[in-house]
């Protein structure tokens, strides 16, 4: 959707629309507390739902989208997701065990981080070692947005682009805490040369085979999606 001064209309309670869109904006908290979707109204509806935020996950808050209607999240935590709602019951919810808030019923909700770029890895690098793995997980459940060689395929258009590019720990040391990104390639290293080690011994490649994780800030791209 091309963005402009000119393309946006009526901005009122984070609703507005782009091009004959309709798009309702959350920011953190405010999808946690049904904002977006008080505003619209009971029976309301927009055609895509946004939320960026810093602590928040798409399944903590109502999703007011029509049926395959998508809403994407980013936020500050390095993490991306989306949710298509499919069946259209995003604003209903149950409670957690343990009196721990509510849960959604957005449906799957496809997500990206780091730690899940690195279960990815372990997952398929197991795979291929084995031939074999743990359980049988819907492809999207512990994978990226996209699926994995050992899940399958999600169907869902997904790409990670480098960020900052290959100097992008100097660039935000001192601005942003990198621990959780350092501590992640620290641990990928040890398990690339095992891999590695496993190919010389055995006179294979497998390390070229499986996907690298990209363990440092990227963006992540999704889609194109079609709107209903």
């Not at 790409?159 to 100097?167: F, I, N």
Request: aromatic share 8%; glycine share 12%; with cysteine.
């Amino acid at each position: 959707l091309p963005i402009s001064s000119r393309t946006i209309r009526s901005w009122k309670d984070g609703i507005f629309h782009v091009g004959g869109v309709k798009v309702g904006l959350e920011i953190c908290l405010d999808h946690a507390k049904g904002e977006l979707c008080k505003a619209l109204g009971e029976k309301g509806t927009v055609d895509l739902q946004l939320v960026v935020s810093a602590g928040m996950n798409i399944a903590s808050g109502p999703v007011c989208t029509v049926p395959n209607g998508p809403v994407l999240l980013a936020d500050g935590f390095a993490r991306t997701e989306l949710s298509l709602n499919r069946f259209g019951h995003g604003r209903e919810s149950a409670p957690l065990p343990g009196n721990h808030g509510r849960r959604y019923n957005v449906g799957i909700v496809y997500g990206s981080d780091a730690v899940v770029a690195l279960e990815q890895w372990i997952s398929d690098a197991i795979s291929a070692v084995t031939g074999t793995g743990f359980g049988t997980r819907f492809p999207g459940q512990g994978t990226l947005p996209g699926g994995s060689a050992n899940s399958g395929e999600t169907g869902i258009p997904f790409k990670q682009v480098d960020a900052l590019g290959d100097d992008w720990l100097q660039q935000l040391t001192g601005f942003y805490n990198t621990a959780s990104y350092e501590s992640a390639q620290r641990a990928y290293k040890v398990l690339q040369s095992a891999l590695s080690n496993f190919d010389e011994q055995h006179n294979v490649t497998l390390s070229n085979v499986i996907e690298r994780a990209k363990l440092y800030p990227t963006v992540d791209i999704y889609g194109p999606i079609a709107l209903p």
